[in-house]
Each structure stands twice: as C-alpha cells, then as structure tokens.
C-alpha cells in the first residue's frame, strides 16, 4: 500500500470523527444546557525526507528535504463552556445558572453534575407526606450537604438568587438547604455520561476537578434565575457550514484513494 493511500484512510477515519461530533453537537441542538463540542485536526508522523545534493540546483533558496507525513488525526475533544441563551418558562422549580457552575445530582448511586435545570417535585415514597426535588430524568438534585432536598407536599417551594431553597408553610419562611452548585476548574477532566450529566472520574475526587465554595452557598459571580432554564450553545450555522466543509474533505480523499488504486492496478498490468 503506497503512501497516498494510507494518507487519505488515516484522514477519512479522522473526518469521520468529526463529522460524529457535528451530528452529536445537531441533535442536542435543542437540548437544555447542552454545551457545544469541538476537536482539532494534527499531523500523523509527520518527517522530513532528505533529497541527493543534485537537486540544490542554481536559482534554489530553499533547503534541501520536504516534508511528508501519513494524514491527519483529530485530537482530544473539548466543550465550550460559554454561556448558553435564558428562555422563560414561567416555572419555578426551572432554574439556570447565571456565570460558571454546575448542579449536582445524584445519578444512580453516584453523584454527577449538569447545567440542565428542568427540575420538579415529586412525592417520596419513603417519606409520606413529602416532595422530593428531582430532574427531568428523575434523579435526586442535591443540596450543599450532598442530602436530598425534601419538603413538606402542604409546602409552597421557592428558590431566590443565592440557591436557597425557601418554603412557605402557612406564611413562616423557612430555609430547606442551598442548592450544590460548583464551579469546574478542569472541564476537561469531566466524563460524559448520559443524559447531559458528568462524572468525576475515578482517579480523582471532587476537590480536585471542581472550586467548592468554603461555607456553602453558590461560587463567586454565579447565581440562579427562577424560572428559566439555558438553553443549547450550539451555533446551528456554524455546525452546518461545518459538515459542507468535512463532507468535502471526505470526498477529496476518497477520490485520493481510487486515484491511487487506479495507480497500483496500472503499474500490476505493466508487469504482467
């Protein structure tokens, strides 16, 4: 197999990763919280060829060699955190994050961590007479103190800028808990689960990845809106505009590989 040929496969396998990440980035276009993803491309043991000293020819400035590699690969896969667009729902339990931070809940008998706030109570089976918060796939959201946030089902439920949790039992307000909302400080080290929500993996622990507020409460320059929730950050066009280009790549080294396949079927007839 020529060098043209394994040049244009490793390329295509790379486009090929892209292109999933731009379908995945599409398909969550209109998911809550979604943060867009994006990769790099980088050279595939890329050297320098050396040429006989017959070739610094009169006239030539450049030095003798020329690069030649094997295609190109995509490198790691990164998020881009920027704030998502605010819509109103006019639902109180639908909270969004103003600045940096993350709610964590508990998924599955571990905790992860998600910027979708489409949350609402529900009834606890194990403590009758209460309401326990959840989100839209049913996992407890947590509080500061990594407990399930419960009220009274008699209780009426608000939730003030700072994550406080205040309840109102026949006109005396109390306090339930503040909402665990951290701010990530390594995004990058964060693995993707289902359901737009992320885990801290198990080679390190929560301090290490996140800043965790010292008595509680929310991070610095972070609030929380009532009755809104983030939308995706996804840019539509830029991803449409995106795929085109890939598509086209794709196609150029397909061709670069039946080009060369024609090639080596020439060169096999002349011999014989």
């Known amino acids: 197999m020529n060098n043209s040929m394994i040049s244009a496969m490793v390329s295509m396998n790379g486009i090929q990763r892209k292109l999933d990440v ?36 009169q006239g030539r400035f450049s030095q003798l060699g020329y690069t030649t590699g094997f295609g190109v690969r995509t490198g790691d896969v990164f998020r881009d955190v920027s704030q998502g667009p605010l819509e109103q729902t006019n639902q109180p339990m639908d909270l969004a994050i103003e600045g940096e931070g993350m709610f964590a809940v508990e998924a599955g008998g571990r905790r992860a961590y998600t910027r979708e706030g489409a949350f609402h109570f529900v009834p606890d089976p194990g403590v009758p007479g209460s309401m326990v918060l959840v989100n839209n796939q049913g996992y407890f959201v947590l509080n500061d103190k990594n407990q399930h946030i419960r009220v009274s089902d008699k209780a009426k439920v608000a939730i003030d800028p700072q994550g406080k949790v205040l309840v109102d039992r026949g006109g005396a307000i109390t306090t ?32 290490q990845v996140f ?22 950050n996804v840019d539509y066009m830029g991803q449409i505009t995106d795929m085109m280009q ?27």
């Open 246 to 272: 890939m598509q086209r790549a794709y196609q150029l080294a397909a061709r670069a590989i039946a080009s060369s396949d024609t090639m080596m079927s020439l060169a096999n007839n002349m011999r014989g």
């Open 22 to 57: 731009i379908a995945d980035n599409i398909a969550n276009l209109d998911t809550v919280g979604y943060k867009q993803k994006d990769t790099t491309f980088e050279d595939t043991l890329t050297s320098v060829m050396q040429q006989p000293k017959d070739f610094k020819q």
């Open 176 to 207: 339930a808990g503040t909402l665990k909302v951290l701010k990530p400080l390594r995004e990058d080290e964060l693995q993707q689960m289902d359901g737009n929500l992320f885990v801290v993996p198990a080679s390190l622990n929560e301090n």
């Open 211 to 232: 800043e965790v507020p010292a008595a509680g409460g929310l991070p610095k320059d972070t609030s929380i809106r009532s009755g809104y929730l983030e939308q995706s």
